[in-house]
């Protein structure tokens, strides 16, 4: 029930930070966005997050707690905002204008998962951002949220499975 509701056991002030390297500086960051090539060595994940823009301090929450539910750390799982993409089993785009930034020939519905031109499996999800457009939790937000996390929780097993 509360997955997604805010978090509130980082400082405000670090709420709000989204960090531009893979590992970020300390335990409380939020989420992280992959490093720029040059900047630290290759590394490949099981799957990254792909987002058209930084998250806003909620938004930010709410993938904490879906990262920390999906039993990964922010170095593990980052959000990407900037290309090039980083390496990665598999790609959890999080919104429509995310698919078209990074997958400008693809076109999907959340919970839908799509295979890249090189092969890469992607997971069409919600924007955080979207979700909490909303306001006030009400009935079609909690299903919403449960259809998310329904298809968020198909990455771990798509990925056994290969």
Same mark, same amino acid.
């Given at each position: 029930?509360?997955?997604?509701?805010?978090?509130?056991?980082?400082?405000?002030?670090?709420?709000? @930070? &989204?960090?531009?390297?893979? =590992?970020? $500086?300390?335990?409380?960051?939020?989420? +992280?966005?992959?490093?720029?090539? /040059?900047? !630290?060595?290759?590394?490949?994940?099981?799957?990254?997050?792909?987002?058209?823009?930084?998250?806003?301090?909620?938004?930010?929450?709410?993938?904490?707690?879906?990262?920390?539910?999906?039993?990964?750390?922010? @170095? &593990?799982?980052?959000?990407? =905002?900037? $290309?090039?993409?980083?390496?990665?089993? +598999?790609?959890?785009?999080?919104? /429509?204008? !995310?698919?078209?930034?990074?997958?400008?020939?693809?076109?999907?519905?959340?919970?839908?998962?799509?295979?890249?031109?090189?092969?890469?499996?992607?997971?069409?999800?919600?924007?955080?951002?979207?979700?909490?457009?909303?306001?006030?939790?009400?009935?079609?937000?909690?299903?919403?949220?449960?259809?998310?996390?329904?298809?968020?929780?198909?990455?771990?097993?798509?990925?056994?499975?290969?």
């Amino acid at each position: 029930r509360g997955l997604l509701a805010p978090l509130e056991t980082f400082p405000a002030a670090r709420r709000a @930070e &989204t960090v531009r390297v893979s =590992v970020p $500086t300390s335990a409380a960051s939020v989420c +992280a966005i992959a490093p720029e090539p /040059s900047s !630290a060595p290759r590394r490949d994940y099981d799957f990254v997050f792909l987002h058209e823009r930084r998250l806003s301090a909620g938004g930010a929450e709410m993938m904490a707690k879906i990262t920390a539910a999906m039993k990964k750390t922010p @170095e &593990t799982a980052p959000i990407v =905002v900037d $290309t090039p993409l980083p390496p990665a089993r +598999a790609y959890v785009v999080l919104g /429509s204008f !995310a698919l078209k930034k990074f997958f400008p020939a693809l076109r999907g519905s959340p919970g839908q998962w799509l295979k890249s031109e090189e092969g890469t499996d992607i997971l069409v999800s919600n924007s955080p951002e979207y979700i909490l457009r909303f306001g006030p939790e009400s009935a079609a937000v909690k299903k919403i949220k449960q259809d998310m996390w329904r298809s968020l929780k198909t990455v771990e097993q798509r990925l056994a499975a290969r």
